[in-house]
């Protein structure tokens, strides 16, 4: 079974730190995304990476940079967090390009600024 | 533009009801594929179903079924005998044109099922 696992449930940080969120799977997959999940948004797309080292923006970037230095792990930065940055951040990843292949989702971590 | 829409915000029923849960997309690729998604309390997303553009069959998985139809481009998704256990938020997905597997998820329906 595929496994995306990330390193916080729950996350509380002040207004101004910098924030990392870890997200690692072990099915060997090309790409990993990380996304935030707001109510009555849905899932949006924050940045990608399709293979080491490469890295893509999503629909949201602002705000928030990442790092895959190796296959397995991708994080996500926030570089000086803000209280509209409060939301459930979920990674994923995927096995390959071609559109048909599921994504396989983290259980999230839940991020909250003050 | 590529867009998926969920028009129910929340659905409340009562167990043993049926329930369809609606989701329209748009987009010009000829080629894509749609996809359904179950997110539990706990928070993670658990793929569903899959569905290719070229394939308008459709599909029963036990209590689940999907109906498919580019005419309206819809892919609604069924639950017959709601159970408790089934409450989750449940979104939509297309594929998105331009490789890398990128998907564009609806803003999703929460589904509650009471005893």
């Known amino acids: 079974d595929v496994k995306v696992t990330q390193s916080s449930r729950y996350l509380v940080k002040r207004t101004g730190e910098k924030v990392f969120l870890e997200c690692v799977q072990d099915?060997?997959?090309?790409?990993m995304f990380w996304y935030r999940q707001d109510p009555g948004l849905g899932l949006r797309l924050i940045y990608f990476?399709?293979?080491?080292?490469?890295?893509e923006k999503g629909d949201i970037p602002e705000g928030y940079s990442v790092s895959r230095e190796k296959k397995e792990r991708f994080s996500l930065i926030l570089e000086s967090a803000s209280t509209n940055q409060t939301s459930m951040y979920l990674c994923?990843?995927?096995?390959?390009?071609?559109?048909?292949?599921?994504?396989?989702f983290g259980p999230g971590t839940r991020l909250t600024v003050t | 533009a590529q867009k998926v829409t969920q028009a129910q915000t929340e659905i409340s029923v009562v167990e043993k009801e049926d329930v369809t849960l609606d989701c329209v997309y748009e987009?010009?690729?000829?080629?894509?594929?749609l996809f359904w998604y179950k997110q539990p309390p706990s928070g993670e997303l658990v793929f569903l179903i899959r569905?290719?553009?070229?394939?308008?069959q459709n599909e029963i998985s036990g209590r689940y079924s999907w109906n498919f139809q580019k005419s309206t481009s819809s892919f609604n998704f069924t639950i017959t005998a709601s159970q408790v256990v089934d409450s989750a938020v449940y979104f939509c997905?297309?594929?998105?044109?331009?490789?890398?597997?990128?998907?564009?998820f609806g803003a999703g329906t929460r589904l509650a099922v009471h005893p």
């Open positions: 990476s399709y293979d080491v080292k490469m890295k």
């Open positions: 994923a990843s995927s096995l390959g390009d071609t559109i048909s292949y599921e994504q396989y």
């Open positions: 099915m060997d997959h090309e790409n």
């Open positions: 987009t010009r690729d000829t080629t894509y594929y």
């Open positions: 569905r290719n553009s070229f394939d308008e």
């Open positions: 997905a297309l594929s998105e044109a331009g490789g890398y597997n990128k998907l564009i």
